[in-house]
């Protein structure tokens, strides 16, 4: 689809996934999980799924391809922007497949060949432990383990919980039983005890899916019944409220939305969020690992230098050689 390239990593900030783990949870998960060790600056390349146990790790993009195989960043005037950065418990992910080497789809690089594109890369910011655990191993053990989800923050107005409904359809799994499921707002991944097998582990829809994705999935659920005039409105959330429903970081989240409204997708109306393209925002949940490139601007001169400029080349046209001679006019005498 257009205006869209492929992301090689994903992530998930404010989720510990080691915390509130039974022992018999975290024996499985030790299971199928290699424990490594890397220095500062080490980067990280290989398809599969970290758990960050100690250090910190970041995800930055290159404006030219990175060397994937050079373990570090050798290059220290290398242009870089941070997107994210994770700390301990937290867990990313990292792609590997035809469409997402180099950071974006052959389809986008032809389309944008005259256009530097940004590639993605994940590099340590101090020694670290990751645990790594493969992607297939990794669904399967969401897959098994049910009772594992994702509350939703403590609400502090539940008057709406109609609205929330849709999004807690999506993104999480409690025990409806347990009153006591919102109070706990720290335990961010939380075990039931009374697992319903019919249930998948919902912590799947964000695991595999980069922020774009995830943030057009919550405002696509999230979204109220078109009125008499067919506008779409989201209830009111702040960033820092869809940051830890979608787990990724404020900065992340505002730099989607305006992404999101230059594209035409979505725009503020009175302090809430208006969707204008219902079906391209489902396009975008749909493509998981797929997010919108930001519009580029042409550089124009300005009024002044091109005319400064003009100047500058009329004047050289015009002006006079220094080797020239100049003859002088010859002065006829009558006899």
Not at 189 to 203: G, H, Y
């Amino acid at each position: 689809m257009r205006n869209l390239i492929s992301e090689r990593f994903w992530c998930i900030k404010h989720i510990n996934i080691f915390r509130d783990l039974s022992e018999t949870d975290a024996r499985a998960l030790e299971q199928i999980t290699t424990f490594i060790q890397l220095n500062h600056q080490e980067r990280i390349c290989t398809e599969g799924v970290y758990l960050i146990k100690e250090g910190r790790v970041k995800i930055a993009d290159n404006a030219s391809e990175p060397e994937l195989k050079t373990p570090k960043n050798t290059d220290p005037d290398e242009k870089q922007k941070t997107k994210e950065v994770l700390e301990q418990g937290e867990i990313f992910g990292v792609v590997q497949n035809d469409d997402c080497r180099g950071g974006v789809s052959p389809t986008a690089r032809r389309m944008n060949e005259e256009t530097p594109l940004l590639s993605s890369y994940a590099e340590t910011l101090s020694d670290v432990c990751l645990g790594v655990v493969t992607i297939r191993d990794f669904s399967f053990f969401l897959k098994r383990k049910p009772h594992l989800g994702l509350p939703l923050l403590c609400l502090k107005r539940p008057k709406i919980p109609q609205v929330f409904s849709k999004v807690h359809s999506t993104f999480s799994y409690v025990n409806r039983n347990n009153e006591n499921w919102y109070s706990g707002a720290s335990n961010i991944i939380k075990k039931n005890k009374t697992p319903d097998p019919l249930r998948f582990n919902r912590f799947s829809n964000i695991a595999f899916r980069c922020a774009s994705s995830r943030l057009a999935l919550l405002l696509h659920n999230f979204s109220e019944t078109p009125d008499s005039q067919g506008i779409i409105l989201v209830p009111r959330l702040s960033k820092k409220r869809i940051s830890r429903l979608i787990g990724s970081s404020t900065e992340t989240i505002e730099t989607l939305l305006n992404t999101f409204k230059q594209h035409d997708v979505i725009k503020k109306r009175r302090g809430r969020i208006q969707v204008l393209n219902p079906w391209y925002l489902k396009k975008i949940a749909d493509a998981s690992m797929k997010t919108l490139t930001a519009p580029t601007v042409p550089d124009t001169a300005p009024d002044d230098d091109f005319g400064l400029e003009l100047l500058t080349n009329l004047s050289n046209n015009n002006s006079i050689p220094t080797d020239a001679t100049v003859s002088q006019p010859q002065t006829v005498t009558k006899a």
